[in-house]
C-alpha cells in the first residue's frame, strides 16, 4: 500500500508526465534538443480523406502555447515530429504536400531560395514506423531528420516560421492535427 501511494504521489509531481498513447504511437511529454528540453505542446493525427491515418504529429515548445501567434512568439527551439502510420507516402507526394503548405500559407517563400533547399531535403519515401523531425531554431534553422539521421539544415528565419504555418497557419494541412497541436484535440 505504501509502495503505491508513493507511485501515485510521484506521478502527480511536475516533471514526471506520463507518455500519451495516439494511434499506437507512444508521444514522450517531453525531448531534449541540443541540451534544450522542450515540453509537448499537444499531438494529433493527420489524415487524407477522413479516414487514412497518415502520421501522428507532435509539437514540442519551450512553453505552452495555445494560439498559432503564441507558437511563433514562444521563445526557444520548437519540434515538429511526425510518426508514420501510413505504409508508403512517397517522396514526391511528400514534396507537394509541403509545396502547398508554403503556398496556402507563405506564398512569399514558395519560390524562394530557402524553400527549394527545405523541398530538396526530403529524397525518400516515407514508410510506416518511420520518424521525422524537423527542429526549428530561434536563430533562423529548420533542420530534419528521417529515423535519427540528419538530412540537413536550411538557415532562414522565414522558413522557420513557413513550417510552422504549415501545420497552424489559416489553412493548415489539417485542422484536426492543427487543434490537437496546439492541445485543443
Do not use: C, W
Request: no cysteine; proline share 4%; hydrophobic share 45%.
Amino acid at each position: 500500500m505504501k509502495k503505491l501511494l508513493i507511485l501515485l504521489i510521484s506521478m502527480m509531481l511536475p516533471g514526471n508526465a506520463l507518455a500519451l498513447d495516439v494511434a499506437g504511437v507512444t508521444v514522450s511529454p517531453e525531448v531534449e534538443i541540443s541540451g534544450e528540453k522542450l515540453q509537448l505542446n499537444g499531438a494529433g493525427i493527420r489524415k487524407k480523406f477522413v479516414f487514412v491515418k497518415v502520421y501522428v504529429g507532435s509539437l514540442y515548445t519551450s512553453k505552452k502555447a495555445a494560439t498559432t501567434e503564441d507558437v511563433i512568439a514562444a521563445p526557444g527551439a520548437k519540434l515538429i515530429r511526425m510518426d508514420f502510420l501510413y505504409k508508403k507516402v512517397e517522396k514526391k507526394k511528400i514534396i507537394d504536400a509541403y509545396a502547398e503548405g508554403f503556398q496556402k500559407n507563405s506564398p512569399q517563400l514558395v519560390a524562394t531560395p530557402e524553400a527549394r533547399a527545405f523541398l530538396a531535403l526530403f529524397k525518400n519515401d516515407f514508410v510506416a514506423g518511420d520518424r521525422v523531425d524537423l527542429i526549428l531554431t530561434p536563430a533562423g534553422e529548420v533542420s530534419a531528420t528521417h529515423n535519427g539521421k540528419k538530412l540537413g539544415t536550411v538557415e532562414s528565419k522565414e522558413l522557420v516560421e513557413g513550417v510552422l504555418l504549415i501545420y497552424l497557419g489559416q489553412q493548415p494541412a489539417d485542422e484536426d492535427l492543427k487543434a490537437g497541436m496546439l492541445g485543443k484535440g
